[in-house]
């Protein structure tokens, strides 16, 4: 059986968004992986969205949603990547494990900000949650 692993932003339209699409991509043989916000935008960066088609890792399904869609889904693990989601996460009743792991939003800057962050992404967050969830 699939874990459960959220991982939660303020807006849900760029780092929490890679992130979901990341997991998914490359650990979706052990887990699944939904996105949400603290105050979600309810919309995707545009930028960020490029960035994922053109590597292979958009899903139509990928969407920014309110955290109160998700309160009640059992994770195996929560994953704040903003200091603002860690700061205000609300208890998530559910929830077997909360962790941090922040990255800078690279939201209004250069495009080549996206690569990178998404790329810092894969090569710091995925391991950790592997080595959560998956080992």
């Avoid at 704040?80 to 494990?97: G, L, N, Q, Y």
Wanted: charged share 25%.
């Amino acid at each position: 059986m699939l874990k459960n692993v959220l991982i939660l932003c303020t807006g849900n339209s760029c780092r929490s968004i890679m992130a979901e699409a990341l997991i998914n991509a490359k650990l979706g043989d052990c887990l699944f992986a939904q996105s949400s916000g603290v105050r979600a935008s309810g919309s995707v960066n545009p930028n960020a969205k490029a960035l994922l088609e053109s590597r292979g890792l958009w899903r139509d399904e990928y969407h920014s949603k309110l955290i109160e869609t998700v309160l009640d889904t059992a994770f195996d693990l929560v994953v704040t990547v903003c200091d603002h989601a860690h700061e205000t996460c609300p208890m998530f009743p559910k929830a077997i494990k909360t962790i941090h792991v922040g990255f800078e939003d690279p939201s209004g800057k250069a495009e080549e900000e996206y690569a990178k962050t998404l790329d810092l992404i894969e090569a710091t967050l995925l391991p950790i949650v592997k080595r959560e969830l998956c080992e």
